[in-house]
């Protein structure tokens, strides 16, 4: 039989890992949520070392990842497989695992057994999806299933078509609104977290004060709950697209293209491998297989 003290240290060691409960409490206590996003082992392990409280394995992989102009080409198997990858990586953050494109707009059915795949096959510890009102009994549905749903509101990278291209949302009266209704309505449907992007500040930071649960904004200002980027683009490695809310935060993109040019100098030199990278073979060996 475990005393109280016993049970309560093993509770301090679940706790070590990030969980809707701690990411709610940080809202509570305005301790910013830090998210970025990842999509494979090292790259995840690297960011939770680092001490990030959430990873985002975003769709945004359509494009940082695999080189397409949007995120619609993106597929279930695609998340699946780049999930279970940072889920091996990431010891303590809360990993939140996109849901494709036309993975849960087609029907609620749909929607829970793509929402159960992410979390039995990616080993997500929630999903995402984007929209507002008409995602809604999605929602429902698989927070129902006692699966986490995260809301993506504002631009929504999925509905690029719609919206005619990237582009700043709920800059009129009537949007603003919408959007305010939106998260209200994600919240009402049982969203544990909402992602905010590309929003004006001053609107973000309004929907912010309104919600019980927990907003992370992108290109929405720091009014919000909780800060992500894509670490790419942070990290200044993605030059196909530089939206104004990615600061760099380190010039690594240059880093790796110096490396690479370095180790293609040293090759062609022969400098490199140099002796202390060579595995060395005793000359009796070497002369008795001539
Ligand atoms: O796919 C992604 O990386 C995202 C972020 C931009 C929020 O949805």
Do not use: W
């Amino acid at each position: 039989m475990l005393g109280t003290k016993q049970i309560l240290e093993r509770e301090d060691l679940y706790i070590m890992k990030h969980t809707v409960l701690t990411l709610q409490e940080q809202k509570k206590n305005n301790d910013k949520i830090t998210m970025l996003t990842a999509y494979d082992y090292t790259t995840a392990k690297l960011i939770d070392e680092a001490g990030i409280d959430t990873i985002l394995v975003g769709d945004s992989l359509g494009m940082v990842m695999l080189g397409y102009e949007d995120t619609i080409s993106v597929t279930m198997e695609d998340m699946i497989h780049h999930s279970a990858a940072v889920a091996r990586g990431a010891k303590n953050a809360f990993i939140v695992t996109d849901m494709p494109f036309m993975s849960y707009q087609t029907s609620v059915h749909d929607a829970v057994v793509n929402a159960g795949r992410l979390m039995k096959e990616g080993r997500a510890n929630a999903v995402k999806l984007e929209g507002g009102l008409s995602v809604c009994p999605q929602i429902k549905a698989i927070t129902a299933c006692d699966i986490p749903v995260v809301a993506h509101i504002g631009l929504t990278p999925q509905s690029v078509n719609a919206f005619g291209g990237f582009k700043v949302q709920g800059k009129d009266i009537e949007n603003a609104k919408r959007l305010v209704e939106e998260a209200k309505a994600v919240e009402a449907a049982g969203a544990c977290m909402v992602v905010i992007e590309c929003v004006p500040a001053k609107l973000a930071t309004y929907i912010s004060e309104q919600l019980s649960i927990p907003t992370i904004g992108i290109g929405a200002g720091n009014g919000c709950d909780g800060q992500v980027l894509v670490y790419q683009d942070m990290l200044a490695m993605y030059s196909d697209m530089a939206p104004k809310f990615a600061k760099h935060f380190g010039q690594v993109g240059t880093a790796m293209k110096e490396a690479f040019a370095n180790y293609i100098k040293e090759t062609k030199a022969q400098t490199f491998p140099a002796p202390e990278h060579t595995f060395a073979i005793s000359d009796e060996v070497m002369n008795a297989i001539k």
